[in-house]
C-alpha cells in the first residue's frame, strides 16, 4: 500500500477574475506512491448559464446570493433554487463556491425539488484553484485531548511510552458508532465504528503485526495460525500439527509478552477482535476473542468460523463435532483496534468499554496543532434522490462514516474533477439511475470501494443505461470492507473507459448480473493485496450475463490475483485486444461462451479454461450446482426467452461473436452440458513467457492459434521496465495489430477537469506491492 508521508502541494495556479467569470485553474490533488500530493485536477472550464450565485463561507451572513452579498452556506443557495419551483432560466444556474469548508449536520440533499431540466443544468462548482470542502464530520476541539489515565498507561505497548498517546472521550462527545460493531461478534464486511481523521489523513487502526512488520515467515502485515485446536480455537504457539509444520511462536517472538496481555485485557473487558482466514483464502472474518491459553498456546473465538475452524482444503478431523480441519499452518490473522498494540505514531483505537479514543500523535507537539475530524454520521456527504440535470465539478469531500456522493433513482448527473476521500464506506454509488457521467475524479482512503453502479437500465428488457465511469483514479480503497474499485450489478449499457485503479484490497472492477457492458483503455496494477482467488476484472455466476466487451485494458503487477477471472458459471464474456502483465492466472475462464482472443499475455503463469466438474458422468449435486437445476439456469429461464428482446437478443449475440450453439435451448438442455465451459475459447493471442495453457478434460471449447514467445527480450517491447508495451516483433502484432496507437491511450487522460495525468511511476505501477 501507499505510505503516507508529510503533504505537498504542486503547480497550484492563482486564482484569475476576468468580467466576474473566474477562468479555470487547478484546485485538486492526488496521492501518488511516496505519500506525496500534487495538482492533478479542475473543476473545469467556465460556461454561459442564465444565471451565477455565489457561495462564500467566510462571510459574517449570507446576502441574496449575487457576487457582492453572497450566501453563507449550501444549504442557502439550494433552498433559494428551490424556492424557484423549476422557473430556471435558459441555460442553468452555477453555484459559484468560495474556498474553505462547509460542515452539515447530516448530508446535503438533493431532490427532484432541486433539479434542472434539458438546456436548463445546474451547476455547483468551486472556485478554480481553491480548495473547498464538504464534510460532516465531527471536529474536535484539541483542548479535550488528555494524558491517558492510570488504567489506560498499564495496557499500552511495552515499547512505547505511555506519555506518547492521548485519550478523547468520545462518549462525552455524544458520538454515535462507538459502543460496538454493528456485525457482532462475527462478521466480514459491517466495520460500522467511527473513524479518526487528523490533518485531512485516516489514521490507522492499531493492529499487530503492524501494516509494515513481518511476524515469522509470513505476509507483512499478517501471520498465521499454528493448526487448528478444535472447531472455534487455533494454535499460536506449539500444540498443533499444521500442514506446513511451522509452529513458531510469532505472537511472543518480540518479548513483549503479548499473550499474557491480551489475556489479561480480555479478563478486565476490553475486547479483543482477530480479522482472519479461519476456511478460506478470501472474505476475511472479524472475530472476537472469547479466550487466550497461554498454557496450551491457543486462541478460542466467540462465535465458531462457518465450516469450522481450518483451511477446507487441509484435512479434516476424522469424527469431529463439530467439524474442523486440521489447518494448513497458512491461515492468516492479525488483531486490529486495540489499545495494547498502539506502538506506531499515527495509530489508534477505539475502546467499547472504556467509551474512549486512544491516539499515537504523529508528532512530539501534542494535538493542538492538529485538525481532528471524527467519521461518526452514516449519511453520504453529498445525496442526490430522484434528482436530475445537476453536475458538481471541483469538491473534496470527505469524513463520512457512509458514502461521499451517493445517488439514489438520478438521471442526467454529472460527476466531475471532485477528489473523495476518508470516508468509511465507498467514494461515489449511483444506483437506479441512467445518462450519468462520473469523470476525471480521484478517490482514495475509502473504507469500501471506489465507484459503485447498480440497478442501471433494465435488463428483462435489455434498455441500456448510458451511463459512463471515464477517467477516474481510484486507489488505496477498501481499508475496512475488501470491497472493488469499481463495482456494477444488475445493469445493461454501462460504459466504463480510462480509468486507472490501482493498490486495492480485492478486485480492481467487479461486475456481476450484466449485460452489454464496455471496459476499454482502462489501467489497473496491484489488486488482491489483502485477498487471493480473485481477478483485476472479476465476474461470476450468472447465466444470462451476456454481451460483455474487455478490449484495449491494460493489467499489470498483478502477482497475487488472475487477470480477467469469469468464475463458475459465468457466460458471454469477451476478452479482446488487452495487454495482461505479470498476472497468476492470465485468463481464468469457466462458464459459457466467455471468448478471450487476440491478448497479449506476458509473464504470466498460466491461461486457463475450467469446467465445474470434470466428469462424463452428471452426478445429482453437479446438475443442482452447475447445471440446468441450479440458480444460474433459473436465472436465465426468469427472462422471456420466446419472444420480444430476449428472444431478438439471442439472434444479434450469435452474429456480433459467432456462436455456433442455440441460445437459449441448447443452455437448458442437460445433454448440452452446461457444467462446461461450453463454447469458451482462448485463440489467436500472444503468450510471452507464460507457463502453460490449461485445459478441461471435457468440453465443446477452443485453444488455438496462440503463438508462443519464451521470453520478453524476444517480444522486443520498447521498454519492459517502464511498461512501455509497444513493440516491434511481427509475431506479436499479427495478434494485436493496432498496438502500438492504441497502447497510448491506455488509462487516464488529460481532459478539462484531470489538468496532469500521473505517472507509472508516480503510482507505484513499476513494481509489485
Known amino acids: 500500500m501507499f505510505v503516507k508521508k508529510s503533504v505537498m502541494a504542486l503547480a497550484v495556479a492563482s486564482l484569475l477574475v476576468t468580467g466576474g467569470i473566474w477562468s479555470p485553474a487547478p484546485a485538486k490533488a492526488d496521492k501518488l506512491a511516496d505519500g506525496s500530493v500534487v495538482t492533478t485536477l479542475s473543476s473545469g472550464p467556465t460556461t454561459n448559464t442564465g444565471l451565477n450565485l455565489y457561495v462564500d463561507g467566510s462571510v459574517a451572513t449570507g446576502g441574496d446570493g449575487s457576487k457582492d452579498a453572497p450566501y453563507k452556506t449550501m444549504t442557502q443557495v439550494r433552498d433559494a433554487i428551490r424556492a424557484k419551483n423549476g422557473a430556471l432560466p435558459t441555460g442553468g444556474i452555477t453555484v459559484w463556491v468560495k474556498a474553505g469548508t462547509y460542515k452539515f449536520p447530516y448530508t446535503f440533499e438533493l431532490n427532484a425539488s432541486d433539479s434542472g431540466s434539458a438546456g436548463k443544468t445546474i451547476v455547483y462548482r468551486t472556485y478554480p484553484g481553491e480548495k473547498v470542502i464538504l464534510s460532516n464530520g465531527v471536529s474536535v476541539d484539541p483542548s479535550l485531548w488528555q494524558p491517558l489515565s492510570a488504567d489506560a498507561q498499564k495496557r499500552v505497548n511495552p515499547k512505547v511510552s505511555a506519555s506518547n498517546l492521548v485519550e478523547l472521550d468520545a462518549k462525552a462527545l455524544g458520538l454515535s458508532n462507538i459502543n460496538e460493531y454493528p456485525g457482532g461478534t462475527s462478521f466480514s464486511d459491517k466495520w460500522g465504528i467511527i473513524d479518526l481523521i487528523v490533518d485531512h489523513e485516516r489514521q490507522p487502526v492499531s493492529q499487530w503485526p503492524n501494516a509494515d512488520e513481518t511476524a515469522g515467515n509470513n505476509r507483512t502485515g499478517w501471520t498465521t495460525a499454528n493448526g487448528s485446536a478444535d472447531a472455534s480455537s487455533f494454535y499460536y504457539g506449539t500444540g498443533g500439527i499444521p500442514a506446513d509444520g511451522d509452529t513458531a511462536d510469532a505472537l511472543n517472538a518480540d518479548g513483549t509478552n503479548r499473550a499474557q496481555r491480551w489475556q489479561k485485557s480480555i479478563a478486565d473487558g476490553h475486547d479483543l477482535y482477530l480479522q482472519g482466514f479461519w476456511r478460506t483464502a478470501w472474505a476475511p472474518v472479524m472475530s472476537k476473542v472469547q479466550s487466550i491459553n497461554t498454557g496450551s498456546n491457543s486462541i478460542t473465538l466467540l462465535d465458531m468460523p462457518s465450516g469450522g475452524m481450518g ?338 437478443y439471442a439472434a444479434t449475440l450469435k452474429a456480433k461473436y459467432g456462436y455456433t450453439d442455440n441460445l437459449w435451448s441448447d443452455i437448458l438442455d442437460p445433454n448440452w452440458r452446461p457444467e462446461y465451459s461450453n463454447g469458451s475459447a482462448i485463440m489467436n493471442n500472444a503468450l510471452v513467457q507464460v507457463g502453460t495453457i490449461i485445459k478441461p478434460k471435457y468440453g465443446n471449447y477452443t485453444v488455438s492459434n496462440n503463438t508462443v514467445l519464451d521470453s520478453v527480450t524476444a517480444a522486443s517491447f520498447y521498454n519492459y521496465n517502464k511498461m512501455d508495451m509497444r513493440t516491434n516483433n511481427a509475431q506479436i502484432l499479427a495478434s494485436f495489430p493496432n498496438l502500438n496507437s492504441i497502447f497510448p491511450q491506455i488509462g487516464l487522460q488529460q481532459d478539462a477537469y484531470r489538468i496532469r495525468v500521473v505517472t507509472r511511476a508516480e503510482t507505484g505501477g513499476l513494481t509489485n506491492h
Open 311 to 648: 483451511d477446507k482444503f487441509s484435512k479434516q478431523i476424522i469424527g469431529s463435532n463439530p467439524v474442523y480441519r486440521v489447518g494448513s499452518g497458512k491461515e492468516e490473522w492479525r488483531a486490529l483496534n486495540m489499545l495494547d498494540e498502539i506502538d506506531q505514531p499515527g495509530e489508534w483505537a477505539l475502546d467499547f468499554k472504556d467509551g474512549k479514543i486512544y491516539y499515537y500523535p504523529k508528532s512530539g507537539n501534542g494535538m493542538m496543532d492538529k485538525d481532528v475530524e471524527i467519521a461518526d454520521k452514516t449519511s453520504a456527504v453529498v445525496k442526490l434522490t430522484n434528482a436530475s440535470y445537476i453536475s458538481f465539478f471541483g469538491f473534496q469531500v470527505e469524513d463520512s462514516m457512509g458514502n461521499g456522493i451517493d445517488m439514489q433513482n438520478s438521471h442526467h448527473i454529472t460527476i466531475a474533477g471532485n477528489t473523495v476521500l476518508n470516508v468509511g464506506n465507498g467514494g461515489i454509488i449511483d444506483t437506479g439511475g441512467y445518462s450519468n457521467m462520473i469523470k476525471s475524479n480521484d478517490i482514495y482512503d475509502t473504507g469500501g470501494f471506489g465507484i459503485s453502479i447498480g440497478n442501471q437500465g433494465d435488463r428483462d428488457t435489455l434498455t441500456s443505461a448510458n451511463t459512463r465511469i471515464t477517467n477516474n483514479h481510484i486507489h488505496n480503497i477498501g481499508e475496512h470492507a475488501h470491497l472493488a474499485g469499481i463495482v456494477i450489478r444488475d445493469s445493461v449499457g454501462v460504459w466504463v473507459d480510462h480509468n486507472l485503479i490501482h493498490d486495492v484490497p480485492r478486485d480492481a472492477i467487479r461486475y456481476e448480473r450484466n449485460n452489454n457492458l464496455t471496459f476499454e483503455f482502462n489501467e489497473v496494477h496491484n489488486t488482491a493485496l489483502e485477498e487471493t482467488d480473485t481477478g483485476a476484472f472479476y465476474t461470476a455466476q450468472d447465466w444470462s450475463s451476456y454481451g460483455n466487451d474487455l478490449r484495449y485494458n491494460f493489467i499489470h503487477h498483478n502477482r497475487r490475483s488472475n487477470g480477467f477471472y469469469a468464475d463458475g458459471s459465468d457466460a458471454g464474456d469477451n476478452y479482446y485486444n488487452n495487454i495482461i502483465q505479470g498476472s497468476d492466472r492470465a485468463l481464468q475462464l469457466n462458464g459459457h461462451h466467455n471468448i478471450a482472443k487476440n491478448n497479449v499475455v506476458v509473464a504470466s503463469n498460466s491461461v486457463r479454461i475450467e469446467n465445474r466438474s470434470d466428469t462424463k458422468d452428471q452426478s445429482l449435486a453437479v446438475s443442482k450446482s452447475y447445471g440446468v437445476d441450479s440458480t444460474f439456469a433459473d436465472t436465465l429461464r426468469s427472462k422471456n426467452l420466446t419472444s420480444g428482446a430476449w428472444l431478438a
